[in-house]
């Protein structure tokens, strides 16, 4: 080949390659890179600052909600809705001897009422399945469903529940969870026995490590049941087409795990089941779960309706989760200078009727119990019971405020009687970075000392001795 | 049944309900005018809150028929084709609406305060909201939004006072 042709061989391949990546802005690459994520995750340090730090956003949604737009359930409604309201039973524990059903389905403007023998499978719960839709035979806690009616006016509604005749035969209700414990206690859910779920920690020795204390503190701190108030209350559409399908509209956290209990309870494949969840007006945990949707979906089966449903605030209070009330029991060996050689600790959560999220609850309860501290020597049990009372479930921290208000209570009486500092005494007992935690686990990125002196410095706190 | 008629965000409307109908229900379910919500029911939660005669009123307490024949301006009416009121665009800024459930209860109440008053302190703002629950916020956006949209509505009304010929505010 002459140097010439060589010349042009080179012109038409530059010409053809111009011609190739003449769209290649367009083109996806021909092949996909060697590593399209970085094998190394990508983790800042810890306590490393990123740009995001510290920048402002504004919420996406929050334009909609300034001008009044956001969709919540109780603003949709959809042709030909139907109003469902719920009987509750009134009663912590009873037998159900008889519901008359009658002089509702006959008022004007009843569409449907439903009961809980109606439901395919009457239980449901995220943890166990303890909770039925609507109570059929034994009334668990006075905010129980009994009966469900769907009307053309929530009044008519309301004014049908008041034609429901509901005889009960009253049974022994269980109030007191550390009651509830004992053998012979009656049972919320017979013939189990009302502990229905147990964790315990253990670490080192704690009857060694009280023989080694100079003092020994004992304390015992409770606190109540909370709801969670949001200002949405819970409600729901569901709409059962005339093919078979179910479509419910919750205000809900969780649609998935509302799908499968949704398919549970109705007995109906999970394919045939849609729900959107929409915009929620405040959960903090209460709503994770389904509430009355299985009973909206059926009553809109029997009338061929979309049936809404929205709960009152009173049964906000009375029929859906709440906060474990717990008894904590606490028991410090210290020495003089008040480093903590041992703690011992019992809790008691009042589970009320169901389970709902209760096991989740008691587990960082009880790994948290012992607080931030080094201590060599841990023993902490924990007990969840039923009891005929509101089901208590997820909230803001799972059961971390309750042992928080506990231990830190605890330091504080520890520390006066023991004539030093609250703030010099947690200084001397905090975990520092690498310390073990009561469980085993090696904890990184601990700021407890730097936090605590910087807040002391930030509020102008001075040992007051 | 009751006829009511009302001016609602500048626009005469009327309906016929029974006579137990609250100013909440006809505005959602007659006047599909769903921002106003129902929190509570009984007049503690403030979520319902909309303007009548200039007073922010608690809807679900009042009834239908003492609306009739008054001024009602809810959290529709705040808005205008010229964009934000100032009061949407601070609570949008500072980021005092999270779930949203409350914030047209309480951008009424605010509303009604600033009309009243253009250099509130923290402590009136405080007072006027003090009808509006928020379990979201913990309410110091909210107050850092209303004292934001008082300086707002506060250099508007200097412009307009040196520059514009005197124009109607929105109601």
Known sequence: ?465 | MTDVTMTVNGQIRSASVPPETTLLQVLREHFNLTGAKLGCDVGDCGACTVIVDGQAVNSCLMLAAQADGRQVLTIEGLASRAGLHPIQKSFENTGALQCGFCGPGALMSAKALLDENLNPTTQEIRDALSGNLCRCTGYTKMIEAVQDAARLLREQSRTQLTHAPTEATAP
């Open chain 1, 1 to 465: 080949m002459n140097e010439h042709s060589r010349i042009l061989e080179r012109e038409k391949l530059e010409i053809a390659e111009t011609l190739r990546s003449s769209d290649a802005d367009l083109r996806l690459p021909a092949m996909v890179p060697r590593e399209p994520f970085p094998i190394e995750p990508l983790s800042p340090d810890a306590r490393q600052q990123t740009r995001a730090v510290g920048q402002r956003v504004t919420r996406p949604d929050g334009r909609l909600h300034g001008l009044g737009q956001t969709k919540y359930i109780d603003d949709l409604s959809f042709p030909g809705m139907l109003y469902a309201r719920i009987k509750r039973a009134g009663i912590a524990s009873a037998r159900i001897k008889r519901i008359d059903t009658s002089a509702a389905e006959v008022m004007p403007g009843v569409m449907a009422v439903l009961i809980g023998k109606e439901i395919p499978t009457n239980t449901f719960g995220p943890t166990f399945q303890d909770q039925p839709v609507l109570v059929d035979e034994v009334v668990f806690h006075a905010g129980d469903g009994v009966a469900a009616v769907a009307a053309v006016t929530e009044q008519i509604a309301n004014e049908a529940l008041d034609k429901i005749v509901v005889e009960y035969e009253p049974l022994p209700a269980v109030l007191d969870p550390v009651a509830a414990m004992r053998g012979d206690s009656p049972k919320v859910h017979a013939p189990d026995s009302n502990i229905y779920a147990t964790k315990v920690v253990r670490k080192g020795n704690v009857e060694k490590g009280f023989a080694e204390s100079d003092r020994i503190f004992e304390g015992r701190f409770s606190t109540q049941m909370i709801e969670h108030v949001s200002l949405e209350p819970h409600a729901a559409i569901a709409d059962w087409d005339a093919n078979g399908r179910l479509t419910i509209y919750a205000t809900i956290g969780r649609i998935t795990l509302a799908r499968s209990d949704m398919a549970r309870t109705l007995k109906m494949p999970m394919s045939r089941i849609r729900i959107i969840g929409t915009i929620v007006g405040g959960n903090f945990g209460g709503k994770n779960e389904i509430t009355q949707e299985p009973a909206l979906a059926l009553l809109s089966k029997k009338t061929g309706r979309p049936v809404k449903g929205v709960f009152t605030r009173g049964e906000e209070f009375t029929s859906t989760t709440t906060r474990h009330p717990i008894i904590m029991d606490y028991k410090t060996g210290v020495t003089n200078k008040g480093r903590i050689l041992a703690r011992q600790i019992r809790l008691v959560l009042d589970g009320g009727a169901y389970c709902s999220w209760s096991s989740t609850t008691l587990g960082k309860a009880c790994i948290l119990s012992p607080g931030p501290y080094k201590i060599d020597n841990v023993l902490a049990e924990a007990f969840v019971v039923y009891t005929n009372k509101t089901m208590t479930g997820a909230m803001r921290g799972f059961g971390a405020p309750q042992v928080c208000f506990a231990y830190e209570s605890h330091m504080d009486d520890i520390a006066k009687a023991l004539g030093i500092d609250p703030l010099e005494i947690r200084l001397l007992n905090a975990f520092d970075e690498g310390s073990p935690s009561p469980t085993g686990q090696v904890l990184h990125s601990v700021v407890v000392k730097e936090t605590l002196r910087k807040a002391a410095d930030r509020f102008g706190w001075e040992p007051r001795s």
